[in-house]
């Protein structure tokens, strides 16, 4: 209706300019951005733009429908760090949902946005009945950072090593949209790569496997989709993928110039505390 995204745009003129901070402003037909400066602004809205068509053609097939999957943006700067929050709008009238996003520009532009983005669009494609949120991670972990990548298949091959590989029955145990910590992300991260990979890269088959577990429970999804028989099966076909994948790993952290930080979940960007507090029917998704 609207009156609702005339009452969106009056909270955001409202709520948002405290955060902005004089910093610069720009909006789309589906996006509102603070940023530090004017140009970052708008190009973050313009990436947006062409990032939600281009995830909703790779993962759902067909585009997203006008009005929806809608975001407010707030940027920040940070030359060693990157993180990235997704506050669902979870109610009916609330036609924005939040989106906050801190690191190096080449990430803020990039993988961050992207990353973000698959939050933005799951949540408005599956409104009401959310993915798993381990599966949905692995969605949005497919668009990060080659060097994150790395990083995270290296963790993981220790782990692999070591004996020390998250249980994957605790992984797929994860549903909801609450956040799920720096180590479970990795995990699920991992794993959904795995799968994804098991299934010869297909987006349709992968997606499909993700709702059936929503709708049936990971075992009997498993079973249908890779052919696995238990959690257990699961796990060692884990294991040993992510033994294979340490040699690469290796070849590719080399080859990587730029190593910035692991996200720090833990560490929200300063400004997620007031439209929280301001807007408290969300739910919160973090790296």
């Not at 745009?9 to 300019?17: G, S």
């Not at 709008?89 to 992207?114: F, M, S």
């Not at 949005?140 to 692999?160: I, L």
């Not at 799920?180 to 795995?194: D, K, P, Q, T, V």
């Amino acid at each position: 209706m609207p009156f609702r995204r005339v009452a969106a745009a009056l909270a955001a003129a409202i709520l948002l300019p405290a955060m902005a901070q004089g910093a610069g402003f720009a909006h789309s037909e589906h996006f509102i951005v603070f940023a530090p400066d004017l140009d970052l602004a708008k190009t973050v809205a313009a990436n947006a733009e062409q990032y939600r068509t281009e995830i909703a053609a790779e993962w759902f097939g067909e585009a997203m429908k006008k009005g929806t999957a809608r975001a407010i943006i707030q940027v920040s700067l940070s030359a060693d760090y990157n993180s990235g929050v997704t506050a669902h709008a979870d109610h009916p009238e609330r036609d924005y949902q939040q989106v906050w996003i801190d690191g190096p520009r080449e990430y803020v532009l990039g993988p961050l946005l992207r990353h973000e983005l698959v939050h933005v669009l799951c949540a408005s494609r599956f409104a009401g009945s959310p993915l798993p949120i381990w599966l949905e991670e692995g969605i949005a972990a497919s668009y990060d950072h080659p060097a994150s990548v790395a990083r995270r298949r290296h963790a993981m091959a220790q782990g692999a090593a070591s004996g020390d590989l998250p249980r994957a029955s605790q992984i797929v145990a994860l549903c909801g949209s609450h956040p799920i910590g720096a180590e479970n992300y990795r995990a699920a991260a991992s794993l959904a790569e795995h799968l994804f990979e098991l299934g010869g890269g297909d987006r349709t088959r992968f997606l499909a496997f993700a709702v059936e577990t929503r709708d049936l429970g990971a075992a009997k999804a498993l079973a249908r989709s890779y052919g696995l028989r238990s959690l257990g099966d699961l796990q060692q076909s884990w294991e040993a993928w992510c033994r294979d994948r340490a040699r690469e790993t290796e070849q590719v952290r080399a080859e990587s110039v730029e190593q910035p930080v692991e996200p720090a979940p833990q560490r929200a960007p300063a400004a997620v505390t007031s439209p929280r507090a301001a807007l408290p029917a969300m739910t919160v998704l973090t790296r």
